[in-house]
């Protein structure tokens, strides 16, 4: 079995010596591919011109000493191994030398132990840089750990806000007369609320906290609903293509995981060409794939950008790895679009080269067609409202309002309640019994599980709904919502909150 050569550095001014130490090698079976310097200087630009694999060392030269090359050789590569050679010495220099960090001391008169030594040190120095990175890759996973606990915390307390800021703008939105001239601008507020709402969606992905809801969807249809937000995105200098199949492309997927990946992508694409370009963006089925056996739904995004070399392309996906510079991007968009790819057990693949542009294409199991052969619109049916009562339980005022205002004016009797033990409290003197109790997960002194365990002591038919900035799956996981609650993602809609109300109030009868 032939053997790798070795890059070998020897500190040595002696010809014979340094003929002598790769005879004992090549004895040793070692192939090595040696370079000899005897100076300070050279020893420095030989450190520069590439990476070595073991450096042995005289421990004597006229103008150089180990102690010297050992010090210049830690400074430049703290794990490359240093083996000195030399001749007679005492036991006090040996030992001085391991001190300074030297490997090993390999006298001249023995030279056949110095293959063994250097097999022995390379096999250190390998278990040095694994231990080293694996020490590296925990610190590194404690870090993500504790910045996906601080995006999950931000997004909820944000989620909170864009609750009350799109639901309150629709409120005047609809309030207004259809030819008001603010109700356009008041438009443009909601869809900025619902893209923040992307943002937060992605901070809980990079948390590993998204909640996820899939349904049979048309990618067709879901791109034509994107198509007005994405050429937002791009701006005017980028030119904004599509390719759809000619027949719906039926995926099960989340429809807001998709939306998510396509405006991380667009973005990636629009950084790529600053000067503006071309994007397109592409459907089709693919029926065969070296990947895959059964049918897929293609869905491809080109730029003609920059493009990327090879080295970059197999770091885009790290965490926190960006070209950008300081201040434009975090490098957590295709570290998420990966995540959630993996999520909806997809599959992507990318292709780039410099100044050639970049295709990412994703490809998504095809899905049978809705049964009745309805699509699965992107556009919400406006829900029906009822005259059912119920008892609203949630800490933030303003989200709490909100609530109320949109389920009182379709209907239903709404009582609030701020804490668990103002809820406790009014269901306990109320006459008449509530249909349903509506209540955030997170509040003061008791989770929200814990205050609807309290009421169904008495109240074991009560329906209930869930609410939270957090994400469904990320609290099921925490034992705080129990399995197969209907749920209420925060930021909502007045529309999304009246129809889970209904769906939660319909489920119960």
């Not at 001391?105 to 030594?117: A, D, E, I, Q």
């Not at 199949?245 to 995926?251: A, L, N």
């Not at 303003?398 to 009797?413: D, F, I, S």
């Amino acid at each position: 079995m032939p053997h790798a050569r070795l890059r070998l550095l020897l500190i040595e001014d002696s010809a014979d010596d340094e003929a002598l130490v790769l005879r004992a090698l090549r004895q040793g079976e070692l192939d090595v591919d040696p370079l000899r310097v005897e100076d300070l200087v050279s020893l420095k630009s030989a450190l520069r011109q590439q990476h070595w694999d073991v450096v042995v060392s005289d421990y004597q030269l006229p103008t150089l000493d180990a102690r010297d090359a050992l010090a210049l050789v830690r400074e430049r590569a703290p794990d490359l191994p240093f083996i000195i050679v030399s001749g007679a010495v005492s036991e006090d220099v040996v030992v001085e030398a391991i001190k300074l960090g030297a490997d090993d001391y390999v006298m001249k008169s023995n030279l056949t132990r110095l293959p063994t030594t250097i097999r022995r040190e390379l096999k250190d120095a390998q278990l040095r840089r694994e231990r080293k990175s694996l020490e590296e890759q925990v610190r590194q996973s404690q870090k993500m750990e504790a910045m996906g606990q601080l995006a999950c915390a931000v997004a909820h307390d944000f989620n909170n806000l864009l609750t009350v800021i799109i639901n309150f703008t629709q409120f005047v939105h609809d309030d207004l007369g259809d030819e008001h001239p603010s109700r356009a601008d008041l438009h443009e507020v909601v869809e900025c609320g619902h893209r923040a709402a992307i943002l937060t969606r992605q901070l809980l992905a990079f948390g590993r906290k998204s909640v996820v809801s899939p349904a049979v969807i048309d990618l067709n249809a879901e791109l034509q609903s994107c198509e007005r937000m994405l050429k937002r995105l791009l701006g005017p200098r980028i030119d904004y293509v599509t390719l759809p199949t000619e027949m719906p492309s039926w995926v099960f997927v989340d429809r807001g995981l998709v939306e998510q990946v396509l405006v991380n992508l667009v973005v990636n694409a629009r950084d790529a060409m600053p000067g503006g370009g071309k994007l397109t963006v592409e459907t089709a089925l693919v029926e065969k794939h070296p990947d895959f056996d059964t049918p897929h739904v293609m869905l491809a995004i080109t730029d003609t950008g920059i493009g990327m070399t090879e080295d970059v392309q197999q770091r885009i996906f790290e965490p926190f790895f960006t070209t950008k510079g300081v201040g434009h991007g975090t490098g957590l968009g295709l570290s998420t679009v990966a995540a959630i790819v993996k999520q909806c057990k997809a599959q992507l693949a990318v292709y780039s080269a410099p100044g050639r542009g970049t295709t990412f294409k994703l490809y998504f199991p095809c899905a049978a067609r809705p049964s009745g052969g309805a699509a699965a619109s992107s556009e919400a049916v406006r829900p029906k409202g009822g005259n059912e009562r119920i008892l609203v339980v949630e800490d933030h005022e303003p989200v709490r309002l909100a609530v109320t205002r949109t389920l009182t004016a379709k209907g239903y009797r709404v009582v609030e309640a701020r804490t668990p033990y103002d809820a406790i409290a009014l269901l306990g003197d109320s006459a008449e019994p509530f249909d349903l109790v509506l209540t955030d997960v997170v509040l003061p002194d008791m989770s929200g599980d814990q205050l609807v365990s309290h009421i169904r002591v008495g109240r074991p038919d009560i329906a209930v709904l869930f609410m939270s900035g957090y994400a469904a799956g990320a609290l099921g996981h925490q034992g705080v919502v129990p399995p197969g609650t209907t749920f209420l993602p925060k930021p909502f809609t007045p529309d999304g909150l009246v129809g889970k109300v209904r769906a939660a109030l319909d489920r119960s009868t």
